[in-house]
């Protein structure tokens, strides 16, 4: 897919799904704003794409704080001209039983995974609709399509995030802006790794999705690839399910 001339801001893009999607949209032709709240790995993921020839540029930014996602927005724009692509990838997990969950877990979670998206891409909207051209990919989880036990927190933000995206994508569809979603399954990045024995025999797939295996970042980004082409212009509101057959 070429993204030639584009330019993207990846939230998250500093590890796992988000850092395949930076990656894989530079290998496709795009500048790209590298996004996370750990200056070191940012630097090491804005080095791999400088070595492709590309433009990028790492935005240390916690995106629970409205004013630093719309701050990040800004300096996007400042520093590469404006941005056509958004993905919000940046996404904690907690897991644990529905009755043991804090108030500042729940708290947490909410603010990165549903807050986090509002500061972020409502900035970036206000980018796009004057050029009338836009991509927002949202990155859930096959969670948010069905119900996960000790995911109560975690399926109530995925959930909350595709009611979102439908809801933009009906809004911005006037000005040549798509708005979809992608739902992970499990996929092999260090978020799974810390949580995997926890859930086992708790979480179905979380070992293995019923094609046998677990997800590679990179088969995340091959469908975030095909969502911010030209090509995919006439597809939004749509959550697409990348989960080797879960949740189907
Ligand atoms: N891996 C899976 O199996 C799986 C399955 C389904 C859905 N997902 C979803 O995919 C998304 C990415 O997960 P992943 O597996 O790629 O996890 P990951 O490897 O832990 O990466 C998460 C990224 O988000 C950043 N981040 C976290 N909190 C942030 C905040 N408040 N502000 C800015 N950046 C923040 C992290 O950087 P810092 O921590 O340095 O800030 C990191 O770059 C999440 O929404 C997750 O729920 C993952």
Request: neutral net charge.
């Amino acid at each position: 897919m070429s993204l030639s001339g584009r330019v993207a801001l990846v939230t998250g893009s500093s590890s796992g799904i988000g850092r395949a999607i930076a990656m894989r949209f530079a290998r496709d032709g795009a500048d790209v704003v590298v996004n996370g709240r750990d200056q070191k790995k940012i630097d090491g993921v804005v080095k791999e794409i400088t070595a492709l020839g590309r433009r990028a540029v790492g935005i240390r930014a916690d995106v629970a704080n409205f004013a630093e996602s719309q701050a990040m927005v800004e300096r996007t724009i400042r520093e590469l001209g404006h941005v056509d692509i958004l993905v919000c990838s940046a996404g904690l997990f907690h897991f644990g039983p529905f009755l043991d969950i804090t108030e500042k877990e729940w708290d947490d979670v909410m603010n990165v995974d549903v807050k986090g998206m509002f500061g972020v891409t409502q900035a970036a909207l206000r980018s796009m609709v004057p050029r009338k051209w836009g991509r927002v990919i949202f990155i859930t989880a096959v969670s948010g399509l069905i119900g996960v036990p000790h995911m109560g927190h975690i399926c109530t933000a995925k959930w909350a995030s595709h009611g979102m995206a439908a809801s933009l994508a009906l809004e911005f569809a006037k000005f040549g802006i798509t708005v979809n979603v992608i739902a992970p399954g499990p996929i092999d990045t260090p978020l799974l790794a810390a949580a995997a024995e926890r859930m086992r025999g708790i979480v179905p797939g979380s070992h293995g999705a019923p094609v046998g295996r677990i997800g590679k970042p990179e088969e995340i980004a091959a469908a975030a690839a095909y969502l911010a082409s030209e090509e995919a212009g006439f597809t939004t509101g749509q959550v697409i399910n990348v989960s080797g057959g879960l949740g189907i």
